[in-house]
């Protein structure tokens, strides 16, 4: 079992910056991938990037080049730097991992709102 944590989300205006945490604790060594999901108002959740446990890295084109996911697993803790921000970016932003056995484990989420 993984348990999923994230913070970090809040009120940004447009062009700032907001860094998200997602801290895991339990069963670690079996997290083959972690990502960063959003879910906007009244639209499907959609994946944002994804880091796995070999370092590869991929995002959606709309946030490519101004979000940076990163991990440090001495803090058993993954990042999402977003940079730039739009109030398109405004959403529910979820933590994810996959583990060796194809589990699935989410976070609770965090807000995140760009205003105008």
């Known amino acids: 079992q993984v348990q999923l944590v994230e913070s970090g989300g809040g009120l940004v205006q447009t062009g700032g910056s907001l860094r998200l945490s997602c801290s895991a604790s339990?069963?670690?060594?079996?997290?083959?991938?972690m990502d960063w999901h959003r879910q906007a108002p009244g639209k499907q959740r959609e994946l944002v990037a994804r880091?796995?446990?070999?370092?590869?890295?991929d995002y959606v084109d709309s946030v490519q080049d101004r979000f940076i996911i990163s991990r440090d697993n001495t803090k058993n803790t993954m990042y999402l730097q977003m940079n730039s921000l739009t109030p398109e970016d405004t959403a529910v932003y979820y933590c994810?991992?996959?583990?060796?056995?194809?589990?699935?484990?989410w976070g609770q989420g965090t807000q995140v709102t760009v205003s105008e």
């Open positions: 994810h991992a996959r583990d060796v056995k194809f589990s699935h484990y």
């Open positions: 339990g069963s670690i060594s079996s997290i083959q991938i």
């Open positions: 880091i796995t446990s070999t370092g590869n890295i």
